[in-house]
């Protein structure tokens, strides 16, 4: 990364004027309180994710996979995070960031509501007012994150425009932003945005690969042959491949929404899937240059996924990067084989994933047996939030799931 956040030919600073004195701000302060612990500001941070984050998250051989595929499974369980997903690393350590540059409010976006959840819970504890921006398809899609938003104390404010999702949501965050900037600070998800943001939240979720690649040497004695993430925005993937990027004998693998399919549909508008670093097209999305869906004319296009989480039509510029320079092998898995995965997991390791994760699960039933002797995977978070969803999907999909859902769904109402 150059000093104006660029990774290669992507990233860097693309906002309007008003905002450029905010992200000057946060620029030096990242400098000084990220990178070079002024203050003491990391190890406040880690003192905060111990005793309030749990962390660190175990790492766990799943033997039933193991046998399955015929090669070792490792799991990062950051399901096991405080809130349920790795979404907390970032949201606490921009939380705190926020305080130590005096800040009076927070506000945030998100998808399928875990980064407003980790940011809610962050702003409780570190006493902080906070508003969230949620996409109205997504609040209704993921009502007991909102609930859980709201039992912190935040307020959370539903996204008409567009289709509702996370990219609207995003929008009218920023658009706040740009009206309260001299007392706001905003927390941005996933390793999007305008510099200095991917860089920052890749430094904050990089815990997950710095302990997983202790906590395997320590157990096993090396390092896996292959690292697999699911892949929306990007921060759970990037908080994996960070510390293992220059390990050139470890493959890395993203994997993306496929959605219901790979087409892009110009005429209409709408990507059946989110599938950015395997179909995208170069452009500006959320103040960085990336990858990005979009038709010919370069309007941004409304992606598709069963997962509210990997539902985003843009991704990190240093996965864009990554993945340009053959260093990071993307890859796409389907609304139906994720759900089924998402069964899997469940049933055979006793681990009800995200919807996201189960994602990587079912790139894994794939190609697990070609990925090597040792792989590891992030579970990225746990499945709760997406019980209702996998629920109506699985049954109006007709999934064999081992169970007669429509008895369930009987017995429900």
């Not at 990220?34 to 051989?61: C, K, Y």
């Not at 007991?144 to 949501?169: H, S, W, Y």
């Not at 843009?314 to 139906?336: H, I, K, Q």
Request: hydrophobic share 35%.
């Amino acid at each position: 990364m150059s000093s104006d956040g660029m990774f290669g030919e992507f990233g860097g600073q693309f906002v309007p004027e008003a905002l450029m004195p905010a992200i000057e701000e946060l620029t030096d302060a990242y400098d000084r309180y990220v990178q070079e612990n002024e203050a003491g500001f990391m190890d406040d941070l880690q003192s905060h994710l111990r005793s309030f984050g749990g962390r660190p998250t175990p790492i766990q051989r799943a033997d039933q996979l193991s046998e399955r595929y015929g090669c070792e499974v490792y799991l990062k369980r950051e399901d096991l995070v405080h809130g349920g997903a790795h979404k907390l690393n970032n949201a606490l350590g921009q939380v705190l960031l926020a305080q130590y540059m005096d800040k009076e409010r927070i506000i945030a976006e998100t998808g399928a509501g875990q980064h407003g959840t980790a940011t809610t819970m962050s702003c409780a504890h570190l006493g902080m007012p906070c508003e969230i921006y949620m996409g109205r398809h997504d609040v209704n899609r993921q009502r007991p994150n909102v609930f859980r938003m709201r039992l912190n104390g935040a307020t959370v404010n539903p996204v008409d425009i567009g289709r509702g999702t996370l990219k609207e949501a995003i929008s009218e965050t920023m658009r706040d932003w740009a009206r309260t900037v001299e007392t706001t600070h905003y927390v941005i998800g996933s390793v999007v945005g305008p510099h200095p943001y991917p860089a920052m939240v890749r430094d904050f979720q990089s815990v997950i690969g710095r302990e997983a690649k202790r906590q395997l040497r320590e157990e096993i004695g090396e390092l896996p042959d292959a690292v697999v993430a699911c892949a929306g925005g990007g921060s759970n993937a990037m908080g994996s491949f960070a510390p293992f990027v220059e390990e050139s004998s470890v493959d890395l693998h993203a994997v993306e929404a496929g959605g219901s399919d790979l087409s892009i549909d110009g005429d209409t508008g709408i990507a059946p899937n989110s599938a950015t670093l395997s179909i995208g097209t170069r452009g500006v999305l959320h103040g960085s240059h990336t990858k990005i869906l979009q038709d010919e004319d370069g309007q941004i296009m409304e992606s598709h996924s069963v997962s509210a989480g990997l539902d985003y039509a843009g991704v990190g510029p240093e996965l864009a990067a990554l993945v340009e320079s053959g260093r990071l092998t993307a890859a796409t898995v389907d609304d139906d084989t994720a759900l089924e995965a998402f069964h899997r997991l469940s049933q055979t390791e006793g681990i009800i994933p995200a919807l996201e994760t189960a994602h990587a699960f079912g790139y894994l039933e794939a190609h697990g047996e070609a990925l090597g002797d040792t792989v590891l995977v992030t579970v990225s978070g746990r499945g709760d939030k997406d019980l209702e969803t996998v629920i109506e999907e699985s049954h109006r999909r007709e999934l064999d799931v081992g169970f007669d859902l429509s008895v369930f769904d009987a017995e429900v109402q």
